[in-house]
């Protein structure tokens, strides 16, 4: 299995809704990463996890929410978010953070915040 | 802080024939890594081909191949007998060595192959 599973595929929620994103790997990696791309823009990191713990946050507002409850699950915790939080969140993980480490990608979940 | 820039924001090529995607980075490290990643329209980011700057060979994937070119800091792909599941969207994608697996995408550049 070489597969990195996100769920939902697509999200439509009001600003004052609460909702989760998930994304799941079973290759045995030790690192993950939450993505942000907006549309016909690259991709941009949000988050590292690396053996379940967080190494890395690139200055994210607090609306979004971070989980890694075990080494194959990662959630992303929305809530109060705004319009141009609309984005596609890509999911990523990778054998751990080494620079060699080749990264795999999930399809995404597009989000759309009304 | 390091910059990827792709300047050509579309291309098209005939199907079977060679295509070259530009990129171009700007970085003060000496010890970094270079991508090519391919985004379909299914969304997900896939690995084309990678290159450790410390490599003077350049890297080949079956019929995608890199021109690095260190000192002027350009690192283009080159697809030879393009095929139609080549159109995708293509990032070119910088690491430092030392970063932790963070990478740094450039604007990409859509890429349609005709038949």
């Known amino acids: 299995d070489t597969e990195v599973t996100q769920t939902p595929k697509h999200l439509v929620m009001g600003m004052t809704n609460k909702k989760s994103l998930k994304c799941e790997q079973h290759m045995g990696h030790r690192a993950m990463y939450w993505y942000k791309q907006k549309a016909k823009k690259p991709p941009e990191l949000m988050f590292v996890y690396s053996y379940e713990k967080l190494s890395i946050n690139e200055s994210v507002p607090s609306r979004f929410s971070p989980e890694c409850p075990n080494s194959s699950l990662l959630n992303l915790h929305l809530h109060a978010l705004q319009p141009e939080d609309s984005a596609l969140y890509l999911c990523a993980s990778s054998q751990d953070q080494g620079a060699l480490e080749k990264l795999f990608f999930g399809s995404g979940t597009q989000l759309s915040v009304l | 802080a390091q910059t990827v820039t792709q300047s050509q924001p579309e291309m098209s090529v005939q199907e079977a024939e060679t295509v070259t995607l530009s990129c171009t980075y700007d970085?003060?490290?000496?010890?970094?890594?270079l991508f090519w990643y391919k985004q379909p329209p299914s969304r997900q980011m896939i690995l084309v081909i990678r290159q450790e700057a410390y490599k003077q060979q350049n890297a080949t994937e079956n019929r995608f191949s890199v021109n690095f070119q260190k000192a002027a800091k350009s690192f283009s792909l080159k697809i030879s007998d393009s095929q139609l599941g080549d159109t995708a969207m293509y990032f070119c994608a910088f690491m430092r060595g030392n970063a932790g697996n963070m990478l740094t995408f450039g604007g990409g550049t859509r890429l349609m192959v005709k038949p």
């Open positions: 970085t003060s490290e000496n010890n970094y890594y």
